[in-house]
């Protein structure tokens, strides 16, 4: 997967902030308003929907509006270019430990053989 994503790039940037983490962290639960979402943090609630903008810019969640009321839901889709990511790696890196493991028994021989 490409380093150089933009999706990939816009999700761990809204991720990077621990304020948009609980907010995802809380709408696995569910939708919620914009009001009771801010609740938990001491900050203004402008201040709070730039939170709420930068993780609907990245697609982590959608909100809508009806009458007074934003509601924030969770898009868990686009969590899977992050996952995808992740995946990757670790296949990455686990080739290149049993490479290692390899190379280190044909250097020193295997102890089992006899």
């Not at 997967?1 to 983490?21: G, I, K, W, Y």
């Not at 907010?23 to 914009?34: C, D, F, S, T, Y």
């Not at 609907?56 to 839901?73: D, M, N, Y």
Request: aromatic fraction near 6%; hydrophobic fraction near 40%; charged fraction near 20%.
């Amino acid at each position: 997967m490409d380093n150089h994503s933009p999706p990939l790039n816009s999700v761990f940037h809204a991720l990077a902030d621990p304020t948009r983490r609980a907010v995802v962290q809380r709408l696995v639960a569910g939708p919620a308003p914009v009001k009771e979402l801010a609740a938990p943090f001491e900050m203004a609630l402008p201040s709070f929907m730039k939170h709420i903008g930068v993780l609907e810019q990245a697609g982590l969640i959608a909100s809508h509006k009806q009458g007074r009321v934003r509601t924030c839901s969770l898009n868990p889709d686009s969590l899977a270019a992050a996952e995808q990511w992740f995946s990757d790696q670790r296949a990455l890196w686990a080739s290149r430990y049993d490479n290692l493991d390899t190379l280190l028994t044909a250097l020193n021989g295997d102890p089992n053989e006899t």
